[in-house]
């Protein structure tokens, strides 16, 4: 015989239901808050945590770049001419930037020429074309702007010497010091300068935070039959300063990243300085400069404070509890404390 359902046993089942539902509806708004609320799949942080299921990519080649020669297209650099376009004349703009990077090997003191302009468009250029302007700016961390647009005829590009061409990532931690690589990637290098010109970065910051961990050695080396990360063994951060318009960077100089590689994670403002060699990695990031050896130290220090886990697109990743302001500032070339050989 069956047992008589008790009264209460339909007052317990609907509070139960009741529960449920609203453990349920709990649930959806978390889901969706958390979809709002973490860094999309689109965003440059996500890409960088998350290319290929690791962090990012690699190539070939150090950062310095010794055999870069890129220069702006449609765009004119003013400056007092070392050598006239009308007396020299040249095939392309690679041969034009070479001819000023002969002039600026440190041998003989100062670099004679620190700006080239090449008119390589036969239809546009006419009679100048193949002309190549050899210049020498007042100051290299401002070059003169003469023009830039569609209409211009002209490709330009800059060339820093040894200890030029250098800027300060100001933290409370110390100065981070990095020479900037204008040959390679000078749309990149030209952003920086454009930071220098309002002389603060409002916004800047480090807000991520990888130690080198069990994987990669002092010296950045990856260690024998350890995992690729994480930890990646980086600092990461934002050069997107508040009321300052950031050009997205187009890819340039995409190599292999090593210890002290200085680059962009995607087309910008967000950016990285790598404290590893990352040979596992595709050629996927733009380097636009690298940090001085001495002070690497002082990145090292930034990545180890302390930090919360997050997951970014899948990827374990770990962040600054407290982000790191930073500031760009300009340098003068003979600070006497710094390495300046590079």
């Given at each position: 015989?069956g047992?008589?359902?008790?009264?209460?046993e339909?007052?317990r089942?609907?509070?139960?239901i009741?529960?449920?539902?609203g453990?349920?509806?709990?649930?959806?708004?978390?889901?969706?808050?958390?979809?709002?609320?973490?860094?999309?799949?689109?965003?440059?942080?996500?890409r960088?945590a998350?290319?290929?299921?690791?962090?990012g990519g690699?190539?070939g080649g150090?950062?310095e770049g010794g055999?870069?020669?890129?220069?702006?297209?449609?765009?004119?650099?003013?400056?007092?001419?070392?050598?006239?376009?009308s007396d020299?004349?040249?095939?392309?703009?690679?041969?034009?930037c070479?001819a000023?990077?002969?002039?600026?090997?440190?041998?003989?003191g100062?670099?004679l020429?620190?700006t080239?302009?090449f008119?390589?468009?036969?239809k546009a250029?006419?009679?100048k074309?193949?002309?190549?302007w050899?210049?020498?700016q007042?100051?290299?961390l401002a070059?003169?702007k003469?023009?830039?647009?569609?209409k211009s005829?002209?490709t330009?590009g800059?060339?820093?010497g040894k200890?030029?061409?250098?800027?300060?990532?100001?933290t409370e931690f110390?100065?981070?010091?990095v020479k900037?690589?204008p040959?390679?990637s000078?749309?990149?290098?030209f952003?920086?300068?454009?930071?220098?010109?309002f002389r603060?970065?409002?916004?800047?910051q480090?807000?991520r935070a990888?130690?080198?961990?069990?994987?990669?050695?002092?010296r950045?080396?990856?260690i024998?039959?350890?995992?690729?990360?994480?930890?990646?063994?980086?600092?990461?951060?934002t050069?997107?300063?508040?009321g300052?318009p950031?050009?997205?960077?187009?890819?340039?100089?995409?190599p292999?990243?090593?210890?002290?590689s200085?680059?962009?994670?995607?087309?910008?403002p967000e950016?990285?300085?790598?404290l590893?060699?990352?040979?596992?990695w595709?050629?996927?990031y733009?380097?636009f400069?690298?940090?001085?050896?001495?002070?690497?130290k002082?990145?090292e220090?930034?990545a180890?404070?302390?930090?919360?886990?997050?997951?970014w697109?899948?990827?374990n990743?770990t962040?600054l509890e407290?982000?790191?302001p930073?500031?760009?500032?300009?340098?003068?070339?003979s600070?006497?404390?710094?390495?300046l050989s590079?």
């Open positions: 015989m047992r008589k359902p008790n009264d209460s339909p007052t089942c609907a509070t139960m009741l529960l449920l539902m453990l349920f509806s709990c649930t959806v708004v978390y889901i969706f808050m958390s979809a709002v609320m973490r860094p999309t799949g689109n965003s440059a942080v996500d960088l998350a290319d290929d299921g690791e962090f690699g190539g150090g950062v055999g870069c020669c890129n220069g702006i297209e449609s765009f004119e650099l003013w400056g007092a001419a070392v050598k006239w376009g020299f004349k040249v095939k392309s703009s690679k041969e034009c070479e000023c990077k002969d002039m600026c090997t440190g041998n003989h100062p670099c020429c620190d080239w302009v008119c390589g468009d036969e250029c006419g009679d074309f193949g002309d190549c050899l210049k020498k007042k100051d290299t070059p003169d003469m023009d830039e647009g569609d005829m002209w330009s800059i060339v820093f200890g030029e061409g250098i800027v300060a990532l100001e110390g100065a981070i010091h900037l690589l040959e390679c000078p749309h990149s290098v952003n920086i300068l454009e930071l220098l010109r603060h970065c409002a916004g800047c480090f807000f990888e130690t080198r961990g069990q994987v990669w050695d002092a950045g080396d990856h024998k039959d350890a995992s690729f990360g994480p930890p990646y063994g980086l600092l990461q951060g050069l997107g300063a508040e300052i950031f050009e997205t960077v187009p890819s340039e100089f995409c292999e990243i090593r210890r002290g200085v680059a962009w994670v995607g087309p910008g950016f990285f300085i790598s590893a060699n990352h040979q596992e595709k050629n996927a733009t380097v400069g690298y940090v001085l050896p001495e002070d690497l002082i990145v220090k930034i180890q404070l302390p930090t919360k886990s997050d997951i697109t899948g990827v990743v962040i407290n982000p790191v930073l500031n760009v500032r300009r340098i003068k070339s600070n006497d404390d710094l390495n590079s």
